[in-house]
Structure formats: structure tokens, C-alpha cells
């Protein structure tokens, strides 16, 4: 089994989808995700550790990967390994990144708001264009070891969501198990729990004492952070690159567009969509 997403470890809800991954192989028995990191639950197949890790993992194994798919392992393609693949709002995912890469000493100092947001657009970033990125794993769509889910979808109903991701992986649960899955997949219970909010790690790697790993859980951050002026930039380069692409969650939100925009790259334009103009 496979938790795949775009570029950005929690930006995207990578973790939060480990955890939800964690507790449903338990059938909902917390006991794993407060007893084990989630880093070991399910490793990294790019990093080094994570790599050599995983033949030691008991099966069925989870792993994690941000890798876009001309990079991913060739031999899943023919192999019974699924992929879940979650999306998000690309304009919360670049608000998240910019915060995290305050405190990865692994990054490079994201410098100004403007100056990252750019970077972020022109693919200048950790896992190169959210835009290539997303457009390469949608290709998967439709597959049966592939399961596209978004952000959004899980915020407006995480039982339901749960319940899909279940049928996907044929591992039907319990009404008691289901509940405690739901219940301790939650921001806040995942914010407390030290085997999850990586509080675990040194200073040198993840200095959360200048910002938080998990910081908001919220869908629509980036309206509190973007300006006038960058989120018609953003909006511009959006258009652009998803031209021709599905709508998505995050499109049909009639406050993540600016004023005049199209609405995205779907099919169904609203013209009555409008923007705020948040300050950074």
C-alpha cells in the first residue's frame, strides 16, 4: 500500500493520511500510532533510511512517497501495490510549504513572500511543479489501484472519506472501528499525539520552536497570507497550466478566485466567483 501526494510533506495532508492509513490496518486501534512514529509507520521509499527500511516492514506495508511518477518505482506499475494519491488547494499547499521551509533546517531560507510564491509557481521548489506533479499521477485516474482524493473532500466529510479509502483498500470496518479512526485521525488528536506531530525530532532537523509542523489543519489559509496582487498571479498561472484538466474541490469554492478570474480549469465556469485580498 501506498499514501502518494503531492509535493509537500504536510502541506498536502501526507501525515494526516498516514494516520488515517495507521489506524485502519489496526482496525481502528490506536495503540500503533501512539506507540510508533509515524515516520516508521510508513517510510519514505526516497529517502536512504526509509528505502532500506521497508523490506523489514510486515505486510501489508505502508510507504510514502512525493516523488511525481516519471520518478516512482517502475515496478509498481506492474505490480498489485495501490496509490493514494491526495490534492489540495495548490494555494494553501504554497502558504504551508512557505512556513514549513521556516523551520526544515534542510531547506533553504524561503525568503519573502513574494519572492517564494514565485519560486513556487515556476516549480523552483522542494519536489520541483506542484503543476506537473499533479497533472503526471492524474493520468492514474480510473485505474483500481488508484484512488484520487483531495484535502477539501476529507475536511467537508472525513467519515465518509474514510469509508471510501476502506472500500478502495477492501478493508471494510466496523461501526466502532470506523468511529476510531475518525476520531483519532483528527487535527487536534494528531497536534497531541507525539508520535504524530514529529516533536520527536531534533531541533537541527525540525525547529518547531519557530513555528509549529502541524500548524492549522484549515482548508483556505492562503486567504489570510495572499494579497490582491499575488493571487491574481497565482490565478493567472493556474489558468495556464490546468487548462483542459477536471475540476477540482478547490475550483468550485467561489472565494479561491480573484475578482474577474476564471474560476479554474473545469469545465463549469461560476461566474460569480470573487476573491478577497488577505494581507501576508
Known amino acids: 500500500m501506498w499514501s502518494g501526494q503531492d509535493p509537500a510533506s504536510s502541506f498536502n495532508g501526507t501525515n494526516w493520511m498516514i494516520e488515517i492509513l495507521s489506524l485502519i490496518l489496526k482496525d481502528g486501534d490506536p495503540s500503533w500510532i501512539h506507540s510508533v512514529p509515524i515516520w516508521?509507520?510508513?517510510?519514505?521509499?526516497?529517502?536512504?533510511?526509509?528505502?532500506?527500511?521497508?523490506?523489514?516492514?510486515?505486510?501489508?506495508?505502508?510507504?510514502?512517497?512525493?516523488?511525481?511518477?516519471?520518478?516512482?518505482?517502475?515496478?509498481?506499475?506492474?505490480s498489485k501495490a495501490k496509490v493514494i494519491y491526495m490534492g489540495r488547494n495548490p494555494r494553501d499547499v504554497a502558504v504551508s510549504l512557505y512556513h514549513y521551509s521556516k523551520i526544515?533546517?534542510?531547506?533553504?531560507?524561503?525568503?519573502?513572500?513574494?519572492?517564494?510564491?514565485?519560486?513556487?509557481?515556476?516549480?523552483?521548489?522542494?519536489?520541483?511543479?506542484?503543476?506537473?506533479?499533479i497533472k503526471g499521477w492524474i493520468r492514474m485516474k480510473g485505474k483500481e489501484n488508484f484512488l484520487f482524493i483531495t484535502y477539501e473532500e476529507m475536511q467537508q466529510d472525513l467519515r465518509s472519506s474514510v469509508q471510501r479509502i476502506c472500500q478502495f483498500l477492501s478493508r471494510p470496518l466496523g461501526e466502532e472501528a470506523l468511529e476510531s479512526v475518525v476520531a483519532h485521525s483528527a487535527f487536534k488528536a494528531m497536534k497531541a499525539n507525539p508520535m504524530s506531530n514529529f516533536s520527536l525530532l531534533p531541533h537541527s532537523l525540525?525547529?518547531?520552536?519557530?513555528?509549529?509542523?502541524?500548524?492549522?489543519?484549515?482548508?483556505?489559509?492562503?486567504?489570510?497570507?495572499?494579497?490582491?496582487?499575488?493571487?491574481?498571479?497565482?490565478?493567472?498561472?493556474?489558468?495556464?497550466?490546468?487548462?483542459?484538466?477536471?475540476?477540482?474541490?478547490?475550483?468550485?469554492?467561489?472565494?479561491?478566485?480573484?475578482?474577474?478570474?476564471?474560476?479554474?480549469?473545469?469545465?463549469?465556469?461560476?461566474?460569480?466567483?470573487?476573491?478577497?485580498?488577505p494581507h501576508p
Not at 523490506?55 to 516512482?72: A, D, G, V, Y
Not at 533546517?105 to 522542494?126: A, C, I, M
Not at 490565478?235 to 479554474?264: C, H, I, K, N
Open 104 to 133: 526544515a533546517r534542510q531547506l533553504k531560507d524561503p525568503g519573502t513572500p513574494d519572492q517564494f510564491l514565485e519560486n513556487f509557481l515556476k516549480g523552483e521548489v522542494q519536489f520541483g511543479s506542484w503543476f506537473d506533479h
Open 206 to 277: 525540525l525547529d518547531q520552536r519557530h513555528g509549529a509542523f502541524l500548524r492549522k489543519g484549515v482548508c483556505g489559509d492562503w486567504k489570510n497570507h495572499f494579497t490582491l496582487a499575488q493571487s491574481e498571479a497565482f490565478d493567472r498561472a493556474y489558468r495556464e497550466q490546468m487548462r483542459g484538466l477536471p475540476t477540482f474541490p478547490w475550483d468550485v469554492d467561489p472565494e479561491d478566485a480573484s475578482p474577474d478570474s476564471d474560476p479554474g480549469p473545469g469545465p463549469s465556469p461560476n461566474p460569480d466567483q470573487a476573491s478577497e485580498a
Open 40 to 78: 516508521k509507520r510508513s517510510p519514505w521509499c526516497e529517502a536512504i533510511m526509509g528505502a532500506f527500511s521497508l523490506p523489514n516492514q510486515p505486510s501489508p506495508r505502508l510507504m510514502s512517497s512525493h516523488l511525481p511518477i516519471q520518478l516512482f518505482a517502475k515496478a509498481f506499475f506492474n
